[in-house]
């Protein structure tokens, strides 16, 4: 199941890269949202205009098609930093100190395997697909108004590739917990009790209403 957690900072080289990526992560989960954003408007156009006009959205599949990568996958790293991925935690909640980073550590060597065969074959798949000789630098399309296809599938090879860096983070975090000893590491999700999690959410919703209050 999904645990709530948190990702400890401080000024350490890797916790300087883990802010620096998650950035970027950022950014690619705003992109993400804003295609779901996206999706709304090509919807209320499409049935719009087909209600009103008795004219469709050309090509409204076709656009589903190249904006569903940007959903599926853009956000995909950014939930792997903080540990909102959905998982089996019965296991480890039991576990503390060295013996819950080596378990963390090889959870995440593990998906990092997974995850750089996915990067290869997605790469791969792009590469079938683009051709800077061919029009629109594209050997396929989609079937009702010729979309090329390779910035879609591109899109995938890209979130995979920010993936392995978040994990290769990960790997550096529990490994380094776990030779070390770290009761609480940073630029790794720590899984919060129930206390600690209303202890945050009580401390957020403080801090709200103080802003409110000064406003």
């Known amino acids: ?38 999706l709304m408007l090509l919807a209320v156009v499409s049935v ?5 006009f008795n004219a469709p959205l050309p090509g409204y ?10 959903i599926a996958f853009m956000g995909i790293s950014f939930v792997q930093r903080d540990g909102s991925h959905i998982r089996m935690d019965l296991v480890i909640s039991a576990l503390r100190g060295r013996a819950l980073w080596l378990f963390e550590l090889f959870s995440v060597v593990l998906i990092l395997s997974l995850v750089l065969a996915l990067l290869w074959g997605s ?18 399309s989609s079937i009702d108004i010729g979309l090329p296809i390779w910035p879609a599938k ?15 983070l990960q790997v550096w975090g529990y490994g380094r917990a776990f030779v070390l000893g770290l009761e609480q590491p940073v630029a790794v999700p720590l899984v919060l009790s129930a206390a ?17 209050n000064d406003t």
């Not at 950014?27 to 804003?34: H, K, P």
């Not at 719009?48 to 009103?52: E, K, S, T, W």
């Not at 591109?154 to 290769?168: D, I, K, Q, Y």
Request: charged letters at 20%.
């Open 1 to 38: 199941m999904a645990s709530s957690a948190a990702v400890l900072e401080d000024g350490s080289l890797i916790s300087r890269i883990d802010r620096k990526l998650l950035t970027v992560e950022r950014a690619l989960a705003l992109v993400s949202g804003l295609a779901v954003f996206s």
């Open 48 to 52: 719009g205009g087909r209600n009103a």
């Open 61 to 70: 599949v076709d656009w589903i098609e190249q904006v569903m990568p940007l």
């Open 123 to 140: 790469w791969s798949h792009f590469l079938r697909s683009f051709d800077f000789a061919a029009p629109l630098w594209s050997r396929d």
């Open 154 to 168: 591109l899109l995938a090879p890209v979130a995979f590739a920010v993936l392995v860096l978040r994990l290769l």
């Open 196 to 212: 600690e999690q209303a202890a945050a959410e009580a401390e957020h919703l403080g801090g709200v209403s103080a802003s409110g």
